[in-house]
T-cell receptor, first 114, second 112 residues
Framework: AQSVTQLGSHVSVSEGALVLLRCNYS??????LFWYVQYPNQGLQLLLK??????LVKGINGFEAEFKKSETSFHLTKPSAHMSDAAEYFC????????????FGSGTRLQVQP | DTAVSQTPKYLVTQMGNDKSIKCEQN?????MYWYKQDSKKFLKIMFS???????INETVPNRFSPKSPDKAHLNLHINSLELGDSAVYFC???????????FGPGTRLTVL
């Protein structure tokens, strides 16, 4: 069975500071990996995904994530936080074949201080 | 151009009632999902349909019954609503390859 652990339910950074949101997964085979963002009272929007190929993936809004198989991690980063980045961020995994439902982490709320 | 739409956005009802939530996607995807987000923001899969066929049915009470009339629609009917059913329900869709899932705006269900 797959599982996802997001370290830190709340992360607070200053505007312009580095954003680092941590995600580790557990899976018997390398899964597909995703980061989603949820703004208040809205649905989930895909930030980026890793399926195959280059392990550093770039997403929307200046975010990127690196797949590290040896560490079973997929941490999300952004060099410079903006006030508009304040939201809930979810890391998710899915199997590559068969059952394709997303297994989500518990989420990390990002606060950006002025 | 809404990709995945859900109706209604808000649903407030009394315990014991029966209610339905509708979902439609215009992306041409062949797989659709229902997820439940609880009050602590935790998201969990409930059901998945591929080309109108049920492929995932998690441990969900029998009071919840999904129906897919065609591959663009996936509805969720809930019988005998309970307080614990209060949550936000999200519909999503994807193609098989890559499995990038597109989510609807959610339906906030409040059971009084």
């Amino acid at each position: 069975a797959q599982s996802v652990t997001q370290l830190g339910s709340h992360v607070s950074v200053s505007e312009g500071a580095l954003v680092l949101l941590r995600c580790n997964y557990s899976s018997s085979v390398p899964p597909y990996l995703f980061w989603y963002v949820q703004y208040p009272n809205q649905g989930l929007q895909l930030l980026l995904k890793y399926t195959t190929g280059a392990t550093l993936v770039k997403g929307i809004n200046g975010f990127e994530a690196e797949f590290k198989k040896s560490e079973t991690s997929f941490h999300l980063t952004k060099p410079s936080a903006h006030m508009s980045d304040a939201a809930e961020y979810f890391c998710a995994v899915s199997e590559r074949t068969g059952r394709r439902a997303l297994t989500f982490g518990s989420g990390t709320r990002l606060q950006v201080q002025p | 151009d809404t990709a995945v739409s859900q109706t209604p956005k808000y649903l407030v009802t009394q315990m014991g009632n029966d209610k339905s939530i509708k979902c439609e996607q215009n992306l041409g995807h062949d797989t659709m999902y229902w997820y439940k987000q609880d009050s602590k923001k935790f998201l969990k899969i409930m059901f998945s349909y591929n080309n109108k066929e049920l492929i995932i049915n998690e441990t969900v009470p029998n009071r919840f019954s999904p129906k897919s009339p065609d591959k663009a629609h996936l509805n969720l009917h809930i019988n005998s609503l309970e307080l614990g059913d209060s949550a936000v329900y999200f519909c999503a869709s994807s193609q098989i390859q890559g499995n990038e899932q597109f989510f609807g705006p959610g339906t906030r269900l409040t059971v009084l």
